[in-house]
């Protein structure tokens, strides 16, 4: 599948902006990330015939770095109960524990499973950020493999996951920045301890604080700050600052 058309791409930026600047004046991110994952998922039943190796059960993708941006933590974290959020906060303080501070790479030599993993499933699975969305391989021994031991083989995605992945990411992203709302993806260990320990985290961010700056980041991510994605956004809101 090719990159999305980037008419529709930047009609999508415009969208999320909006959303972003209706969850500014609710002061939740509810509205925009409601709709972050519904059109996600409309989007991805039109390349559910692609076959891929991903069942219930199988976690392995589960023990990488995963990288979220402020909206899609917090809004994970507003839909726990009690309950799972005292669980989620034990066992994200655990984890923190092991990966506090690691960078990108380091973290490519450790096997540190997600604190959200119950039983190989995901305990947050309808409320998951982008990145485990479309986290998909034609091979699961191969994720076993490299992913559990090691062995520096690349993880068969389907070119078309992988678009969607970029397209919400790049759009997501715009909508923020153009909001004047901290855009970048941050560590998800760390920024769900922040987001679970700090109830003022979510209001704070949607008044334009960046409350997770300085938690680790990878180095090499899609940004809609890349040229070639650039041109989507003054594409979408007419010039680029
Ligand atoms: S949030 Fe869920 S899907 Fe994503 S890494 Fe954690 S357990 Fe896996």
Redesign the pocket.
Known sequence: MRERDPDDLAALMRVLHQRVQTSIERRSVSPLMEFVCSNLTAAAKHIASVPTACLRGC?H??T?W?EASAPEVFF?VKQMDASQRASATKAVEAACRQTAGASFEARADMLTP????REN?????AD??L??RT?VSTDAEICRRSLILFSGEEIPTPSAWTALRNSHRVALEGALFRAGLAHQSRE?NESLRLALNDDHAEANWLAGTDVFAGLPMPQDTVTFTHPQWRAVYVHAFGSFP
Request: glycine share 0%.
């Open positions: 976690s993708c589960c990488l995963v994970t997600c604190p959200l993993l499933v995901c305990s947050v699975y998951r950020p990145v485990c986290a998800w």
